[in-house]
């Protein structure tokens, strides 16, 4: 049985990825902090002996005895408020935890399968953005902490190919949604389903005007499954090109949860990208793959999900 490590397994992606593995037919051992993650992700493997969970702090190293076929590199605070709560973790997280998942993929010959993200094009000038547009990135702003460090975590994977021959995929995930996100952690999808069912005002920052394209979970990670098992090297946009203003979003999930509560207007954060729209051609060329829930299937299912009952009381991230 192939054994992968899955790091920041524990978290919304890491833990569908984690699953997934299991059911592909390996053996996974998740790797995570908890500062945004929870066990209670993993429910649906808690008494599955293929998963196992070490707790810890993937920047001080990644403590995984025994064969290792696959390192699957997820810790890090994803959204916007957990990394800006946690500066010098979410850098250290992109550089230090990066190099030590990579040196275990190394020690192992093992394939190595890097989560980046959209982030690394920055404010892009180039609409959509293909894997070749080199991005356009404030390195000293708020948010350069997390762009910063997923771009040195592209660099650092890439300089492993080069100088060891390390089978290297690096995805760029693309806003992805669904299940496990956590409460509060002041995503957009999140925070305007969790607004709508307490009736609350939907939280529009800025004029809504500014883009996104938002990513069904099944199918982002049925294609990092498709990277992590192809021949391909580089970095592939993984993501759903239909592009919708945050205004849109916020009609749609008023519609969706069949609320009619009134949408308010907040100051946009610094440096928050004006659009942001994948261009999937290499992903559809290469594995073959393209997403397949359209977003208002997606906020429907999501909001019959917190309607079942799901969620915790909002917090924000620790420091
Ligand atoms: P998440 O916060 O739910 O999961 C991140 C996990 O990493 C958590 O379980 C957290 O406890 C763990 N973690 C953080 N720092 C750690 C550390 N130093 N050591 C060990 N574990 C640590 O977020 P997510 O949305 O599942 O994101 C997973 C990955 O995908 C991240 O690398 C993120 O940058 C990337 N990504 C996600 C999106 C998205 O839309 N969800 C978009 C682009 C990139
Ligand atoms: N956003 C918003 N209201 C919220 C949360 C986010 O209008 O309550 C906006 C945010 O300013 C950004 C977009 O929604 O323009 C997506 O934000 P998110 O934090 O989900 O992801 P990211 O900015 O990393 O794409």
């Given at each position: 049985m192939p054994r992968a490590v899955v790091t920041g397994g524990a978290g919304f992606l890491g833990s569908h990825l984690a699953e997934a593995l299991v059911g592909g037919g390996y053996e996974v051992v998740v790797v995570d902090d908890f500062s945004t993650g929870r066990r209670e992700n993993l429910a649906g493997l808690?008494?599955?002996?293929r998963c196992t969970v070490v707790e810890h702090d993937v920047s001080w190293g990644l403590p995984v005895s025994g064969p290792v076929d696959a390192v699957c590199h997820l810790a890090s605070p994803a959204s916007p408020p957990a990394y800006l709560a946690r500066p010098l973790e979410t850098l250290a997280v992109g550089s230090e935890g990066t190099r030590h998942a990579l040196a275990l993929a190394h020690a192992h010959g093992a394939r190595f399968l890097l989560a980046s993200?959209?982030?690394?094009?920055?404010?892009?000038?180039?609409?959509?953005?293909?894997?070749?547009?080199l991005g356009n990135v404030?390195?000293?702003?708020?948010?350069s902490v997390y762009d910063e460090a997923k771009r040195f975590a592209e660099a650092i994977t890439m300089a492993y190919h080069r100088t060891f021959g390390l089978d290297t995929k690096i995805v760029r995930i693309f806003n992805t949604y669904g299940?496990?996100?956590?409460?509060?952690?002041?995503?957009v999808v999140t925070n305007f389903i969790e607004q709508a069912l307490a009736g609350s005002p939907l939280t529009v920052y800025g004029d809504g005007t500014q883009t996104r394209s938002f990513c069904w979970v099944d199918d982002e990670v049925r294609g990092l499954v498709a990277l992590l098992h192809s021949d391909w090297t580089g970095p592939m946009n993984i993501g759903n090109p239909a592009e919708f203003t945050v205004r849109e979003l916020a009609e749609l999930v008023r519609e969706a949860a069949g609320v009619d509560v009134p949408i308010t207007f907040a100051p946009l954060p610094?440096?928050?990208?004006?659009r942001r729209r994948p261009d999937i051609t290499r992903a559809g060329a290469v594995l073959g793959w393209r997403p397949e829930v359209p977003l208002r299937e997606g906020v429907e299912r999501l909001v019959a999900w917190y309607r079942a009952g799901r969620p915790a009381p909002a917090r924000l991230p620790d420091r």
């Open positions: 808690a008494d599955d002996p993200t959209s982030e690394i094009y920055g404010d892009p000038l180039v609409h959509p953005q293909p894997e070749d547009y404030s390195s000293i702003g708020p948010r299940p496990r996100m956590a409460p509060g952690d002041g995503r610094q440096d928050d990208p004006t």
